[in-house]
């Protein structure tokens, strides 16, 4: 098995808190209250304070309102390029980019 180092230390968590902040920071800079935003997204006021205050959403309702703010493009590009780590990482995706289903196993 291949020595892989893992340099990512945010924790999901951490991940959702600098989400809550982006998300909150740009509104603000567009000027618009959370009235505001839920109009344009559809979101409920309660569901986008929840999220500001306590990191937690639902995806559909954080692509709700990253589509109301004008980041449709940028939620598009999430995860749509693979990332690897090593030469051999680069081999597998490559070889499985046609893949219709996961294996059970990491290492076969």
């Known amino acids: 098995m291949p020595l892989l180092y893992n340099f990512d230390i945010d924790t999901p968590e951490e ?3 600098i989400l809550a902040q982006n998300l909150q920071q740009r509104r603000l800079e567009k000027g618009l209250s959370r ?3 839920s109009i344009l997204s559809g979101v409920p006021v309660p569901t986008i304070a929840k999220f500001e ?3 937690t959403i639902s995806l559909a309702s954080y692509v709700a309102l990253a ?3 004008g980041y ?3 939620i598009k590009g ?3 390029e693979p990332l690897y ?3 051999e990482e680069l081999d597998t ?3 499985n980019k046609n893949r219709k289903r996961g294996r059970n196993e990491i290492d076969k």
Request: aromatic share 0%.
């Open 15 to 17: 991940l959702l808190t």
């Open 35 to 37: 009235d505001a935003l």
């Open 53 to 55: 205050q306590k990191h």
């Open 67 to 69: 589509k109301a703010l």
């Open 72 to 74: 449709s493009k940028a």
């Open 78 to 80: 999430l995860l749509a």
């Open 85 to 87: 780590n090593t030469m």
């Open 93 to 95: 995706i490559n070889r």
